[in-house]
Structures are given as structure tokens and as C-alpha cells.
């Protein structure tokens, strides 16, 4: 209920200067002078940003992108703890991303 409820997440905006996922709470901030911070000089940031948040889309999540992000942690968490060198931490998501989804034949790295 911590961040289900409107007033928790108002209240977390003005201690924290934090956008929370409440539309009407943002709106709200934007018109209330309490909500101006001593840290911008006196401006109310939810006036600015609470107009263009309602824009925000957030594209649909594909079949592959959990299951990308949790082979590319695992594949790179032996490279950050210093036991493989890069190349081979690459490899390993190559291999594991492919036999994860066999229709995916090839892995194209950024140069």
C-alpha cells in the first residue's frame, strides 16, 4: 500500500523531490506552491515536468527482454567479478541467448 497509496507517494514527492506514478498527485504538486524547492531556487519542478509525463509512452516489452537482461547479468557477472575477460563474457551471452531462443541466430554487438 506504500506506493498503491496517493497520499504516501504525495508525501514522498515533497520530502524527496521524487516524481512518484500518481497522474492526479502530480498534478496536484504542479499547482501547489508548498511543493517550490529551496534547491531550484524557488521553482516547483512538477509544474514543468507533470504536463509532459502524461506524454511518456512506454513501449510494449517483447518476448525476448526478460530473458535477454537476465542472460546478459549472468553472462557478465563472471567478467565483473574479474574471473573471465570481456570476450569471454560475450561468448557466454552469445551462447546462452542462442540456446535460450534457437530462432535468434546471431548476436550483432555494437561497435
Same mark, same amino acid.
Given at each position: ?49 507533470? +504536463? ?49 531462443? +534457437? ?9
Amino acid at each position: 500500500s506504500l506506493t498503491a497509496d496517493k497520499d504516501n507517494l504525495i508525501k514522498i514527492s515533497k520530502d524527496y523531490l521524487d516524481f512518484t506514478n500518481t497522474v492526479s498527485g502530480m498534478q496536484e504538486a504542479a499547482k501547489d506552491p508548498e511543493f517550490a524547492s529551496e534547491f531550484l531556487g524557488g521553482q516547483n519542478p512538477y509544474e514543468y515536468f507533470a +504536463p509532459v509525463a502524461e506524454n511518456i509512452q512506454i513501449a510494449p516489452l517483447s518476448a525476448y527482454d526478460q530473458g535477454c537482461v537476465e542472460l546478459i547479468q549472468n553472462s557478465f557477472s563472471d567478467y565483473f567479478q574479474g574471473n573471465v575477460d570481456y570476450d569471454k563474457a560475450k561468448s557466454n551471452f552469445e551462447t546462452a541467448i542462442i540456446e535460450r531462443y +534457437p530462432d535468434i541466430t546471431e548476436v550483432a554487438w555494437p561497435e
